[in-house]
């Protein structure tokens, strides 16, 4: 399931599961960005768990669900809060980093819903992001964790 | 960016997973929570025939209060080793040091068992579980059998697991009274990096991360604390018996210097833990 | 009140937020349906003769269409538009690992990657060239047919009197190492051929230098390409030229007759894209004992890589401004730029400024500490005063407006300059007397790094920018814009200033860039530009549809149009004092006919801008490891006026980040054989957010006269401050023990090193330092006066 609809395919083994949310259900917000799981750009939600979808074969996530920043929106198009704090913090420039940015941080405040500023960045460590500095995706964050939970 | 082709079966428990593996002997590799694995695959560093994914193998993820010692599956991720109430109270530098590994994704999909076999003297969990002399089960084709932690690492990359071997639990000790006092000093450039050298102490018990070919116990250390020796002391001998690696991080003596200073610390803090 | 100078969200957001931007590997149109897949064939090796490339196997393997070399490339033009040292696939030599040799077409992406390790290449090694100094000295010529591998030179040394009036003479010579960009989006293209047009699409900071490019390279005339530039994920100067690998994409197009499409893997990417800096600087300054500079000389070898692209041109911006904010009575720079067997070098966020004022901050340091002075005081008694504006400096740079004094003393109060002295002082003293950290000694230090600097933006000001506007009869306007956003906001930006000249409301103003059918003509978004050359052109087109409505209406209320106004809070067109005759611009447009109103704008100015700040960074230091952790970073990032303060402090936020992660983390590193070290994310060392504060940046505005907006550019102006800033405040924290340098990055390793050597211990700077740079002892003289 992704984002709350079922996908099925037949693909080869190898296919890892961020080509699989690319090329085969056609979800392109989460992007790659790297070879070496470092950079965080492909993080998803796994059965409500951030994982970096570079490294997560699509074999291994048949019967999970998968959750990426297309599916945070309400169904009437409300924005999560999460979504709307990266706007109003200016938590993106170039946007490329943003939906596994955004994953992360949503699944780093279901597991800690009032992070101080260190538990953020500490949090956000698996995610690179080139042309924000973090400063406003910190602010973003934390203005999030103000917001009740959805 | 993606693996060599590869051949996925999926094994459901314990029993059909070492089915699969005698069925495809040394072609076959153990798939668990793939962040030491599959990077390697991506690089075209590894390059195996058949993967056998462990994932849906439930019974092997739990942690246990057996008394004397804590049993853990090798296959609980380190997420939920980081945040078990059990092992924050009676384990709480593996609790520690399992939150110290890579980063929050990583440390989702992550297991102990899967670290321990990947045996990278880099990890955290290799010089932990050998600092707390933790006993590593094995279940092959002809059984069960018990490998202590000292005698489990061989090499980089390299265990004393055969091929058609699993590792299903890690048995540690519960520290005695006296030897609470507990210690994680990792070293790194940027927090996301592998330790450049790292220091695991539970009690009296010294162990290394990145000073050698495999994680390994600071004898010296341990030597002059048993000998009555302070931290300050003691730690002089951290580097003693090892062979630090040369590359971009650090030079062999830096990791030698940092070793002592770790060292020194981390007594210095278990101390302090120490109930 | 106008909406100029507030803070306006972005409206590019909620797109990006919920559907994700589309970047070139996210395009899934029905003009690349059926695309195949390019996966390039890449030299493993620094420097080799192809012997011969054995494609049989790759042919054989599941999915290929074609595998292509240089033979194959027979349908191009002569010289084909390029240097002609640099091919667009080998032909017989590689000069870089990482320097394509063929391509591998195939119906799927993964089944590239396997094709594309069954090609195999014959290479006959030759000897790689990566020290600076081996290739200056020239025993291996990387180019048959010169007699240097240096190729091209500037400027003079200094005069044999230049120091001649100094009481203190201070020289050191120091790596500004080499970097790598890392936008997250690698380099992407994709491409058709169909009724005799080439449609490439591709992650590039200037569509319209890419068509020219292309269409040269490939052998058409501009009208025949069109280059759409989607979604950019970030380019920092790394995707202003149209590389040789994006070339051959295009022309795989048409040679196949087929679309194809390609993105690389990052690891290509840290070999592929350009790399950025790369400078050896030798440093000479001297002056009086009571702290006056009078003489300073920068002397720089610039690694251009294996092929002279832009990285010769970087250091001639350098040498302009190498005296940074000083009023020096001498001041000179000299430059070579030299070939060598590593990736080519390249623009890269600052292109040859940073490199400049983390010189000369580095160089104001070392003479601050040789002469026993504050370094915040140095630089006071230095910087050119705020009543010699317009300022030309020696090199020929005539700065245009600025107050260093006012910048510099805004961060140290922002700062608490004197409480954070005291602090150190504070710490030094505990530490001194060997107590323990329990006691509040401990191994913690305090390190103060200040940096002040002037930059160039817009340093190509007499391309100038263009732009139109168009309001249609919906009354919407939309924007053509030259400029070229991958981050920066320009949608909204752009926006603000229609909206300011028309009153039509931002939700109704789109803003077209990137795409060559739309946007013909433009220079593109780098060098600071946009804003001030873009976004003037905006505004005067904006100016211009705004008198053509004027006419307008005049004419359909039949009033004279000094009785009209434009009520710009709702864009409306009405006599003064007389709402019934109220037009919309919808009204307006539809009566202009089926065009609407439009009007196109070239600004062209006849200077570039001089943006000037002073960044403050403190650091604490473990002197027993190592490790240092910023903590602090205040600025000051002067740009003129500031047209929309939540962009601009993005531009500052990013731009610090990088340039503390030059001071700290990041090295592109090869090895003496030319094989690189740090070709993955996992060993270069890109900053995180753990390795970072929130920063604290303070407002100043001083206008700039070149353009209407009073605007400078602000894009770069973080990493030139941020680098020597932290770099310094590094040095700063053990200066105490003795250390008067530390190389960049100020690694843990180099940073104990300094120490132990401060300390006479055994560890030497020899075993530290990368392979291809040396550092020269540092040497302090003491010359008398002439007399």
Request: one cysteine or more.
């Amino acid at each position: 399931m992704v984002n709350g609809a079922e996908v099925a395919a037949d693909v080869e083994d190898r296919m890892l599961l961020v080509h699989f949310l690319r090329e085969t259900a056609g979800l392109t917000a989460t992007n790659i960005g790297c070879d070496t799981t470092s950079c965080g750009a492909c993080t998803v939600l796994l059965d409500g768990e951030s994982v970096k979808s570079c490294t997560v074969l699509a074999a291994q996530a048949d019967g999970c669900q998968v959750t990426t920043v297309e599916g945070l929106a309400g169904a009437g198009g409300e924005l999560h809060p999460m979504q709307r704090a990266f706007r109003a913090e200016h938590g993106l420039q170039c946007g490329f980093c943003t939906p596994g940015m955004v994953m992360a941080a949503v699944s780093l405040l279901q597991e800690n819903p009032h992070p101080t500023e260190p538990e953020v960045r500490a949090g956000l460590e698996g995610n690179l992001c080139r042309c924000t500095g973090y400063h406003n995706i910190v602010r973003a964050v934390l203005a999030a964790a103000q917001e009740p939970t959805p | 960016m993606i693996p060599a082709p590869f051949t996925y079966r999926r094994s459901g428990s314990v029993a059909e997973a070492l089915d699969l593996v005698s069925e495809h002997g040394d072609e076959a590799k153990f798939l668990a929570g793939g962040h030491s694995l599959l990077p390697l695959m991506k690089l075209r560093l590894a390059m195996p025939s058949v993967l056998i994914d462990l994932g849906p193998v439930r019974e092997l993820s739990y942690i246990r209060d057996e008394g004397a010692h804590i049993a853990i599956g090798a296959l609980t991720r380190h997420h939920d080793l980081e945040h078990s109430g059990v092992l924050a109270r009676s384990l709480p530098l593996l609790a520690h040091a399992a939150g110290q590994v890579g980063d929050p994704q990583v440390r989702h999909r992550g297991t102990i068992g899967g670290s321990l076999a990947h045996s990278d003297p880099a990890s955290d969990l290799p010089a932990t579980v050998l600092a707390l002399d933790a006993t590593l089960v094995a279940r092959g084709p002809s059984g069960s059998r018990e490998i202590a932690a000292t005698g489990f690492f061989e090499g980089l990359f390299e265990t004393v697991l055969e091929p058609d071997e699993l590792l299903t639990e890690i048995r540690v000790p519960v520290p005695a009274a006296d030897a609470a006092g507990w210690s994680f000093q990792k070293f790194t450039k940027r927090a996301i990096d592998w330790a450049i050298v790292g220091v695991a102490v539970q009690g009296t018990a010294v162990a290394l991360v990145n000073m050698a070919g495999t994680p390994v116990r600071a004898l010296g250390v341990e030597r002059a604390l048993a000998a009555g020796a302070t931290p300050a002391e003691a730690a002089g001998h951290a580097a003693e018996g090892t062979t630090p690696g040369d590359d971009i991080n650090a030079s062999p003596a830096y990791r030698e210097h940092l070793a002592r200073v770790l060292v020194e610390r981390a007594l210095v803090e278990a101390q302090s833990t120490q109930a | 009140m106008s909406i100029l100078g507030t803070r306006v969200v972005r409206s590019e957001d909620p797109r990006l937020l919920t559907r994700g931007g589309v970047y070139t590997d996210d395009l899934r149109i029905p003009e690349l349906d059926g695309a195949a897949r390019i996966t390039f064939v890449r030299s493993p090796i620094a420097h080799a003769r192809i012997t011969g490339i054995d494609t049989e196997a790759a042919l054989a393997s599941p999915g290929v269409v074609a595998v292509l070399a240089a033979a194959d490339m027979d349908d191009l033009p002569p010289g084909g538009g390029r240097p002609a040292t640099e091919p667009l696939l080998a032909t017989d030599r590689v000069r870089y690992v990482g320097e394509a040799v063929a391509i591998v077409v195939t119906e799927q992406g993964y089944q590239g990657e396997d094709a594309a390790e069954l090609v195999s290449v014959d290479y006959e090694p030759l000897p790689a060239v990566v020290d600076f100094d081996d290739a200056l000295a020239g025993g291996t010529l990387l180019f048959d047919g010169t007699d240097s591998n240096v190729v091209r030179s500037g400027g003079d040394p200094a005069p044999a009197d230049a120091f001649s009036g100094c009481e203190v003479v201070v020289e050191h010579t120091f790596p500004n190492q080499r970097v790598a960009p890392i936008p997250l989006e690698v380099r992407a293209s994709a491409a058709r051929w169909a009724d005799g047009r080439l449609t490439l699409w591709t992650s590039t900071q200037n569509a319209q230098q890419a068509r020219d490019a292309v269409a040269e390279a490939v052998g058409l005339d501009a009208a025949s390409v069109r280059v759409i530039a989607p979604d950019v994920g970030g380019g920092f100067g790394a995707k202003i030229a149209t590389e040789r690998d994006t070339i051959v994409v295009a022309w795989a197009a048409k040679h196949l007759g087929r679309p194809v499409r390609w993105v690389e893997t990052r690891n290509e990417n840290l070999l592929g894209m350009v790399h950025g800096r790369a400078q050896r600087h030798a440093i000479r300054i001297g002056g009086t004992r009571d702290g006056r500079i009078l003489a300073y000389h920068l002397d720089i070898i610039q690694d251009c890589g294996a092929y002279p692209r832009s990285g010769p041109f970087l250091p001639a911006l350098t040498k302009l401004m190498a005296g940074g904010v000083y009023d020096l009575p001498y001041c000179g720079a000299a430059f070579r730029s030299v070939l060598t067997s590593t990736t080519p070098v390249g623009a890269y966020r600052g292109a040859g400024r940073p490199e400049a004022t983390a010189a000369i901050e580095r160089a104001v340091d070392l003479f601050a500490a040789e002469i026993g002075m504050d370094p915040a005081e140095v630089r006071r008694r230095n910087v050119v005063p705020p009543t010699a504006f317009p300022y030309t400096t020696p090199s020929g740079a005539v700065y245009d407006t600025g107050d260093y004094a006012a910048a510099l003393d805004a961060v140290l109060a922002g700062a608490g300059y004197a409480g954070l002295r005291a602090e150190q002082a504070r710490r030094r003293e505990l530490s001194s007397q060997g107590l323990s950290r329990e006691e509040g000694g401990g191994p913690v230090q305090l390190g103060i790094g200040l940096a002040c600097y002037v930059e160039i933006t817009a340093a190509d000001y007499d391309g100038g920018e263009t732009s139109r506007v168009v309001v249609d009869a919906s009354g919407a306007a939309t924007v053509y814009t030259g400029s070229s956003p991958h981050g920066q906001g320009h949608q909204t930006a752009f926006a603000m200033l229609v909206t300011d000249q028309l009153g039509i409301p931002m939700d109704k103003i789109t803003v077209i860039h990137g795409d060559t059918d739309q946007v013909p003509k433009g220079v593109g978004t780098y060098g600071s530009r946009s804003l001030q050359l873009g976004g003037t052109a905006v505004q005067q087109a904006a100016i211009q549809v705004k008198d053509q409505g004027r006419e307008l209406a005049a004419a359909m209320i039949e009033a004279s149009e000094a009785d009209l106004e434009l009520d710009t809070t709702r864009g409306i067109w009405q006599v003064r004092g007389d709402p019934d005759t109220a037009l919309s611009w919808a009204a307006v447009a539809a009566e202009a006919g089926p065009g609407g109103l439009s009007a196109e704008a070239d600004f062209r100015p006849a200077s570039p801008t001089f943006p000037f700040g002073a960044h403050l960074a403190v650091v604490e230091v473990d002197t027993e490891t190592g490790k240092a952790t910023l903590i602090r970073h205040v600025t000051v990032d002067d740009a003129g006026k500031v047209l929309n303060p939540v962009l601009a402090e993005g531009q500052r936020h990013g731009g610090i980040a990088q340039g503390a992660a030059q001071a700290l983390l990041e090295e592109v590193r090869y090895d003496a054989e030319g094989n690189p070290l740090t070709s993955t994310l996992a060993d270069y060392a890109a900053i995180t957010a753990t390795e970072l504060p929130s920063f604290e940046l303070l407002a100043m505005e001083t206008p700039t006269t070149v353009n209407a907006l009073g605007a400078k550019g602000i894009g770069e102006a973080g990493t030139i401050g941020a680098t020597p800033a932290v770099h310094n405040a590094v040095i700063d924290a053990v200066a105490h023990l003795g250390v008067r340098h530390i190389d960049m990055p100020a690694t843990p390793q180099r940073v104990w090193a300094a120490i132990n050597e401060a300390k006479g211990g055994q560890m030497g700077p020899a075993q530290m330092r990368p392979a291809q740079l040396r550092t020269a002892q540092l040497r302090t003289a003491q010359l008398r006066t002439a007399e």
